[in-house]
Nanobody
Framework: VQLVESGGASAQAGGSLRLSCVAS????????MGWFRQIPDEEREGVAR????????YYADSVKGRFTVSRDNAKNMIYLQMNDLRPEDTAMYYC?????????????????????WGQGTQVTVS
């Protein structure tokens, strides 16, 4: 699966951005899809993940209530709606795909199980 993110930009605190990720090579309807973020010199962290038919989502505590992950399997796309942005949301954002069973877990973002990754899109909040 090839993944390409878009939608990253500069935004003011309190504003909103919507990230998109388009997949090719396979259907995302077979995968648990996730969003991660990373700032330089720090470990990548999980932000949100979304099960096959949007029936189960999971968020990091830092974004809960502000970010919403969703997907459109027909378009082979996944989205991250980010509201009430904060400077600490500044990071490179990545979408990633994992086997479907990963999204059945109650908690966590087992990064090692996300096999496919995009190149990232930069979000800067000031």
């Amino acid at each position: 699966v090839q993944l390409v993110e878009s939608g990253g930009a500069s935004a003011q605190a309190g504003g909103s951005l919507r990230l998109s990720c388009v997949a090719s090579g396979d259907t995302i309807g077979r995968y648990c899809m996730g969003w991660f973020r990373q700032i330089p010199d720090e470990e990548r962290e999980g932000v949100a993940r979304n099960a096959i038919n949007n029936e189960r989502t999971y968020y990091a505590d830092s974004v809960k209530g502000r970010f919403t992950v969703s997907r459109d399997n027909a378009k082979n796309m996944i989205y991250l709606q980010m509201n009430d942005l904060r400077p600490e949301d500044t990071a490179m954002y990545y979408c990633a795909a994992a086997p479907a069973w990963i999204c059945k877990q109650d908690v966590g973002f087992p990064e090692k199980d996300f096999y496919y990754w995009g190149q990232g899109t930069q979000v800067t909040v000031s």
